[in-house]
């Protein structure tokens, strides 16, 4: 999951159909589940990413794992319930659209019955040197801040116990004002987001990957970094260090709708509604960005031949 991200994403969400419940709805879902283990584990195939919602785990009778709960409401949000949610989910990475696709057509012909559809969005990333941070539909780079493999360990994967290295992940829907951002000035759009456009290094400079200062200041006594900036209100300082992986996607589907995929995962997902109660109503980005989906998910450990997909979780 910390490789670098493949050109191209489908996300999926669905909720199982209504005569699957209880105990024998859980059979359906485990055999499901079963007969995707070798299609998600193809190694030339598509990179999957399966997750379960919080409404499953009633739905089969069966307990969810602690931490996941529906995320509490936040302030701006103009969330529709058509465009989030689901007890099943899938996103499925790779270099085409029609190989998604085409991938996503196999994992549902093996379950029929089984699921019924509740959303779906395609996301891109735009032509990437290899090795640099992928940009938004904003032109800054996305990701700087990710964890490294150490940090990650401790952040995004669960420890040792009945889900060693399973994780959340929150998905958000978001719409940008791509025009009413981008008629802004440069130094302005730098400093509601607190980093460079060109090479996206803090504001008071360095390369990408220098940390921000949130404490130098200006010649005059001001922070150089604004009390406003996205940058600022996210910093992990705020939450003890903590971080969270982002493996965004853009997506464009029409003019005056396209936006973010904002897909992020940590060991707890109250680490982002503390994050985004920061952000909610005092980043200065707000005016140019729209939540209107939402969603999160358990996502259980990698699958294998001896380990079926969500075993020892329904």
């Given at each position: ?52 919602g ?73 032509e ?84 921000p ?19 600022r ?19 464009d ?11 992020a ?50």
């Open positions: 999951m910390t490789d670098p991200q493949p050109a191209r994403a489908l996300l999926l969400s669905y909720d199982v159909s209504p005569g699957v419940h209880g105990p024998a709805g859980r059979e359906s879902v485990r055999r499901m589940f079963a007969a995707w283990t070798p299609l998600l584990t193809a190694r030339d195939g598509p990179t999957v990413t399966v997750g379960l919080p409404a499953l785990f009633p739905r089969l009778g069966a307990h969810a794992p602690e931490a996941l709960r529906d995320l509490p409401a936040f302030a701006g949000d103009r969330l529709r319930p058509e465009a989030g949610g689901g007890q099943v989910f899938l996103q499925i990475c790779a270099a085409s659209p029609a190989a998604c696709a085409d991938l996503a057509r196999r994992l549902e012909r093996t379950a029929p019955g089984v699921l019924r559809p509740r959303w779906q969005q395609a996301g891109f990333l735009p990437t040197p290899r090795g640099e941070t992928p940009r938004n539909l904003f032109g800054f780079k996305d990701g700087t801040a990710n964890p490294n493999a150490k940090q990650a360990d401790r952040w995004v994967w669960l420890g040792p116990g009945p889900h060693h290295n399973a994780t959340y992940l929150v998905v958000r829907r978001i719409r940008l004002a791509t025009a009413e951002f981008g008629e802004l000035p440069v130094e302005r759009q730098e400093r509601v987001m607190g980093r460079r456009k060109a090479h996206g290094g803090p504001l008071q400079g360095g390369p990408e990957h220098a940390e200062d949130l404490y130098a200041k200006t010649s005059q006594g001001g922070y150089l970094l604004p009390a406003d900036a996205h940058v209100l996210a910093h992990p300082r705020f939450d003890g260090g903590a971080r969270i992986l982002r493996r965004g996607y853009s997506y589907n029409a003019p005056d709708d396209q936006g973010l995929l904002f897909l995962y940590m060991n707890d997902p109250d680490l982002f509604a503390r994050v985004q109660r920061r952000l909610a109503g005092h980043d200065a980005l707000g005016p140019f960005v729209e939540h209107y989906g939402s969603a999160v998910f358990f996502v259980p450990p990698g699958a294998g031949p001896q380990r079926p997909l969500a075993e020892g979780v329904l």
